[in-house]
């Protein structure tokens, strides 16, 4: 009888609740949003939802931290069960997964009616991952590149006088800057069997006037052999193909290999791990002049088409890219847009780093779009990794990408 | 009804009733997702019919494709390099260990219970592990066959294509050595003492007894041991994200990472399946010999 009685209690309490509730404010739309942001440390999406919770009151966000490699597949899984949620972060070569299937809502329209979301100040690179067959399917939420970081004071010590700005112009400064009997390599770069090899190998078959569906050109045969000849003598780690950009540039950093072809995410540890002088410059070309190109790195935002509240997140949305101009002071990300000035940091190296980085984005291209991207890189990576052990020539690999990459791209 | 009832209580239907229950739980756990996966294997799967069961039949085609990518070939011989060089070394090591600790020796079951820490570490542990040793450049057993003067240049076991797979294979045989040499050990424990020593007085050499001896009366144990080898390999996965990657190009990849890539690297649900049903027409037959080696055991 007892517990009867504390249940009525509360029952009655609770309907009080309910009751006065609705009369105060009306019942919050909540929109969900994912995002890897927050994993190992404060990033925008997770800093920004908070905030927009604190300072609305119809519209609450419940965020949630994905682990990278397993946020696409998680997506996959929501939206076939029903259980997608309203916003979602991806990396820019996924996002076609699912725009080009309308799984992403078509906002188009929202934006050209938008006073915040502005798509012609974005990058030519990034607008382009979010959009397929014409159609705004999201936002870049920021973005990133790679060049080339040099060794200064070992440039100097071997009597070079400008860092390269050709391939042919690399290879000879690191074959003279590489010390084999001291475990010093002339340079470094990631070969590595996922995307990471596909997102530096990539920009060299675009600069040599490939694409992603057009991968065996002359340039990137030249190249894989100018690579693996520097693997063979010793100037570069063959270890290249199995080492992440991250721990690729780790050597760099510590001294044992005089350049790195690594991006802007490196800044911030080369300047408290280096205890050289260092310098950035753009990704060396075949030719001085040619054209130029670079990977393109970077997350967008997208609204799911299965949304029940589109109009609300589409107002989350704007809140985020409402606060682009802090993603760099504070997270030391790159915009995705050009109409924000980065403000200088004072730290020189870090300053002059960024310049050369802000230039190379106006090159770097996006990898697809495409709604078979997974399969396509896998093909160019495996190419690059055949090419550089010696398992096949240049031409073969090459070749043989092209073929699989040609029975998956149906456009 | 109280006939049924006391039979249910201590009886027959005791009997069934326990049986059902295993039953439903290998249909439900094991059954229903092994059917569902052979099934996908005929099927087009992407996003949009994930969630459902109404998709496309398309025959063979996921076969046909499947086997004639350009790494198929090598997928295979690496899977069949991986299951049988972990096996043989596994086995061959881990019986020598369970001869050896067979000796009477002060703390020799001691030390053979610190040879489980192996088998007990988690497979990303173990890769990890491996990966710092078998690393380039800064690798330990480079430091070490260096040191030794067995070579002068760096072999990358992670990077060069004829070391890779055999790298993910020498991390294996270590992590399941100690499976092998419990299971052996506990097979020479049962051999009565007796007959050695009738050997020993009829003047059988030391190999002589092995091989009349220990070899036959284990034939048991030992079929059981390569059977769940084989099982334990092809289901071996953690350590190649953890130490190659499959790669370089291919040259490290082994049917179950190779099925774990289609389906959650190249969104390929369908292809994944498919590998997987090739997989488990080996494993089929590894359990028939186990099944067929352990039918002498005494059943209570």
Redesign the interface.
Same mark, same amino acid.
């Given at each position: 009888m007892k517990f009867s009685k504390v249940k009525l209690l509360a029952g009655v309490a609770f309907a009080a609740m309910a009751i006065a509730g609705p009369s105060v404010a009306q019942e919050p739309v909540t929109i969900t949003v994912w995002s890897i942001d927050g994993a190992n440390q404060a990033g925008p999406s997770d800093t920004f939802s908070k905030e927009f919770n604190e300072q609305s009151t119809d519209i609450k966000v419940e965020y949630r931290t994905l682990k990278f490699d397993e946020i696409?597949?998680e997506t996959?899984?929501a939206?076939?069960?029903?259980s997608a949620p309203d916003i979602v972060s991806l990396d820019n070569p996924d996002f076609a997964?699912?725009s080009s299937?309308g799984?992403f809502l078509d906002i188009t329209d929202m934006v050209k009616n938008s006073d915040v979301i502005n798509a012609d100040a974005y990058f030519e690179g990034p607008l382009n991952s979010v959009t397929w067959d014409g159609k705004l399917y999201g936002v870049p939420k920021y973005t990133d590149t790679i060049g080339l970081f040099y060794n200064k004071d070992m440039l100097e010590e071997a009597g070079i006088a400008e860092p390269p700005q050709t391939w042919e112009e690399f290879e000879a400064a690191a074959r003279k800057m590489a010390k084999p009997d001291q475990?010093i390599y002339g340079a470094t770069l990631s070969a590595?069997?996922?995307e990471e090899g596909t997102f530096q190998f990539l920009p060299v078959i675009q600069m040599s006037g490939g694409s992603y569906k057009d991968v065996n050109t002359e340039g990137a045969r030249e190249w894989l052999s100018m690579v693996k000849g520097m693997i063979d003598d010793g100037v570069m780690?063959? +270890?290249?193909?199995?080492l992440g950009q991250f721990d690729s540039t780790g050597?760099f950093n510590s001294g044992?290999a005089a350049m790195a072809i690594s991006g802007p995410w490196e800044i911030e540890r080369m300047v408290k791990d280096a205890d050289f002088d260092w310098g950035v410059t753009l990704l060396p070309t075949f030719k001085e002049g040619d054209e130029r190109s670079s990977a393109l790195g970077g997350f967008n935002l997208g609204i799911m088409s299965t949304t029940k509240h589109p109009e609300e997140a589409f107002k989350v949305l704007e809140y985020f890219v409402s606060q682009d101009d802090r993603l760099f002071p504070e997270f030391g990300y790159l915009p995705a847009r050009g109409d924000i000035e980065l403000p200088e940091t004072g730290v020189e190296k870090k300053d002059a780093a960024l310049k050369v980085f802000q230039e190379q984005l106006k090159y770097a291209k996006p990898r697809g779009p495409s709604p078979v991207w997974?399969?396509v890189s896998?093909a160019i990576f +495996?190419?690059e990794?055949?090419a550089?052990?010696?398992?096949m020539t240049p031409d073969e690999a090459l070749s043989?990408a092209q073929s699989?990459i040609d029975s998956v791209v149906q456009d | 009804m109280r006939r049924i009832l006391s039979s249910i209580t201590d009886g027959k239907g005791f009997d069934i009733l326990l049986v059902s229950l295993t039953m439903i739980f290998l249909i439900v756990m094991a059954g229903l997702p092994l059917l569902y996966n052979v099934l996908m294997s005929f099927q087009q799967v992407d996003m949009f019919n994930l969630g459902t069961f109404s998709r496309p039949f398309i025959g063979l085609e996921n076969y046909q494709d499947v086997i004639s990518q350009p790494e198929f070939g090598l997928v295979m011989k690496n899977t069949a390099i991986f299951v049988f060089g972990s096996i043989i070394g596994q086995f061959c090591f881990g019986f020598a260990l369970a001869i050896f600790f067979m000796a009477k020796f002060p703390f020799a079951s001691t030390i053979r219970g610190l040879f489980l820490v192996s088998w007990v570490m988690p497979g990303l542990v173990v890769g990890a592990l491996w990966g710092f040793i078998l690393a380039g450049d800064y690798g330990v057993l480079n430091a070490i066959l260096q040191a030794l003067g067995v070579t002068n240049g760096t072999m990358f076991w992670k990077s060069d294509p004829n070391l890779s797979i055999w790298a993910v294979t020498i991390a294996n045989i270590w992590l399941g050595l100690a499976f092998n040499m419990m299971l052996l050990s506990v097979g020479l424990a049962g051999i009565p003492g007796d007959l050695y020593e009738a050997a020993e007085l009829d003047g059988a050499n030391g190999w002589q007894r092995f091989s009349t001896i220990t070899l036959p009366m284990m034939r048991a144990t030992i079929g059981a041991v390569l059977a769940l080898g084989l099982i334990y390999t092809l289901q071996q996965f953690d350590l190649f994200p953890a130490i190659t990657e499959g790669g370089p190009a291919n040259s490290s990849s082994v049917a179950q990472y190779w099925a774990w890539q289609w389906s959650f690297k190249l969104f390929d649900f369908a292809k994944g399946a498919t590998v997987s049903v090739m997989m488990l027409i080996f494993v089929l037959i590894a359990s028939i010999v186990y099944v067929w080696s352990t039918r002498h055991e005494v059943r209570g």
């Open positions: 696409v597949n996959l899984r939206y076939a069960t029903g997964l699912f299937r799984a475990g590595r069997g996922n780690s063959q +270890d290249v193909l199995s050597t044992n997974q399969k896998k +495996d190419a990794q055949a550089l052990t010696g398992q043989q699989t | -």
